[in-house]
């Protein structure tokens, strides 16, 4: 009977670290040992493995970033304050985990 026990809590948390949910805007890349999966994951409810998977989810959303302003002189002597806004959005979520260690820094 305890071994049941057991094996039921066992069976409730390898289920509850093998769901995940990916949000509409995002997708999710499967990593198994290490490896990248090859299909992505889309929206919804997916299964992974509970003990050698781990799933990283990328935003797909366009983002806006705020470049800090930038104080310059021109040619005749006036100072002029430069300030602008970068949008930009992650087009292929492997390249962008895989290829680079921080590409939210990347591309502030």
């Known amino acids: 009977m305890i071994i049941f026990a057991i094996l039921a809590v066992f069976g409730v948390i390898a289920a509850?670290?093998?769901v995940r949910v990916v949000q509409q805007?995002?997708?999710?890349?499967v990593?198994?040992?290490g490896r990248?999966?090859?299909?992505?994951r889309g929206a919804g409810l997916t299964?992974?493995?509970?003990v050698g998977d781990r799933m990283q989810e990328v935003n797909m959303q366009i983002i806006?970033?705020?470049v800090p302003a930038?104080?310059?002189?021109?040619?005749?002597?006036v100072t002029v304050r430069v300030d602008a806004v970068v949008y930009y959005r992650v087009v292929d979520p492997v390249k962008a985990t895989v290829n680079m260690q921080n590409y939210l820094f990347a591309a502030s």
């Open 36 to 40: 990248v999966q090859s299909p992505l």
């Open 64 to 66: 806006a970033r705020a």
């Open 31 to 33: 990593f198994r040992f």
């Open 70 to 77: 930038q104080d310059g002189i021109t040619k005749d002597n």
């Open 16 to 18: 509850g670290r093998s």
């Open 47 to 50: 299964m992974i493995g509970p």
């Open 25 to 29: 805007f995002e997708q999710g890349i």
